[in-house]
């Protein structure tokens, strides 16, 4: 069960930004920072499609809606990131079965992601659009801090993954009515569009 800290805490951190922990890991690995990297993760065409779809992400996940539009595209993409690279850490261990890692890493990306995207969603019913770049920058450091963490201290960065997923869920409760604003908002602009597309007029304001 040694691996399992940092299965849990690659998972959290795939839920947030799946592109970066690829990469931090890949980097460390052929860097030699850490022997524990599966070599799959260091091959430099991963390290290459991690690379820009990180800074795919970078961006669009600093734009008000475009980054929750981001996100409902990565509810699948980010917990089966989680899940592969559990397993490949866990396989690479072998102290761990592949499957149980999977389903650790997945998971808990999910339940991340799920935190993650309904705070954008709650943060976009601001007019202001600073707080989206605000939050990006302050996840891409939390993931980048946590990860490194784990390659040389698995069980204190697994405690701090854990103490932030639960925070983030008892977050998601007090914010709900503005993800609901969020969501009706959302719903209200696609109607507008396509009765624009229709030629039908819109709704009394």
Partial sequence: MSV?????????????????????????????????????????????????????????????????LWDSVHTVIRPVAGAVVAALLAGESGSLPELAAGAVGGSTALLSHLVKAGTRMAINTSPEPFSNAAMSMAEDLGVAGIIFLAVFHPVPAAIIAATLLVLGLVTLVFLASRIRRFLRRTAQRREERRLARSGLPGPPP
């Avoid at 290459?48 to 779809?53: P, S, T």
């Avoid at 734009?63 to 929750?68: A, E, G, L, M, Q």
């Fill in 4 to 68: 399992l800290p940092l299965v849990f805490t690659s998972g959290w951190a795939s839920g947030i930004n799946a592109y970066a922990v690829v990469l931090l890991f890949g980097v460390f690995g052929a860097t030699g920072i850490s022997d524990e990297v599966p070599e799959s993760l260091q091959r430099t065409d991963v390290l290459i499609v991690a690379g820009v779809l990180f800074l795919c992400e970078a961006v669009a996940d600093k734009i008000p809606y475009v980054d929750s």
